[in-house]
């Protein structure tokens, strides 16, 4: 019948000298390649991006084209479909919703939503008249 831990050596802490406890092993040559440098090259300085107002600017650009694109493809193509329902609502004496007329008639003006964009940036209060603004 074995016991727990026979055979081996028992475990046995040395104490170690401070000497050894604060010593540095010697260099090899894979540890000068992965050290790093004490004097670092001048980076170059980065290029200044553009600015937030920037940004929010052609977000606002793009996503009103993107929009009147879609809407215009709309009414070019899904409302002629539909000339037939909205002129049997026509001739029952029933109109149709207002936001439908105006949909079916007026689709182009969505065309004005870039411009529009623009107008508010440009009417947009500055940094420094911000806290006037807001009174």
Do not use: E
């Not at 090899?28 to 050290?35: K, N, S, Y």
């Not at 993107?66 to 002629?80: H, N, T």
């Amino acid at each position: 019948m074995k016991t727990k831990g026979a055979g081996k050596a028992p475990f046995v802490r040395i104490p170690m000298h401070a000497a050894h406890a604060n010593a540095t092993l010697p260099q090899t040559p894979h540890d000068r390649l992965t050290r790093k440098r004490t004097t670092r090259p001048a980076r170059a300085q980065p290029t200044p991006g553009p600015s937030r107002d920037t940004v929010w600017l052609l977000t606002g650009l793009i996503a009103s084209v993107l929009a009147a694109v879609a809407i215009s493809v709309i009414g070019m193509v899904v409302y002629p479909q539909f000339a037939d329902t909205f002129t049997a609502f026509t001739l029952r004496g029933t109109d149709l919703p207002l936001p439908t007329r105006l949909a079916t008639r007026f689709y182009p003006a969505i065309w004005l939503a870039p411009a529009l964009v623009l107008l508010i940036r440009l009417c947009w209060p500055g940094k420094a008249s911000r806290a006037i603004a807001a009174g």
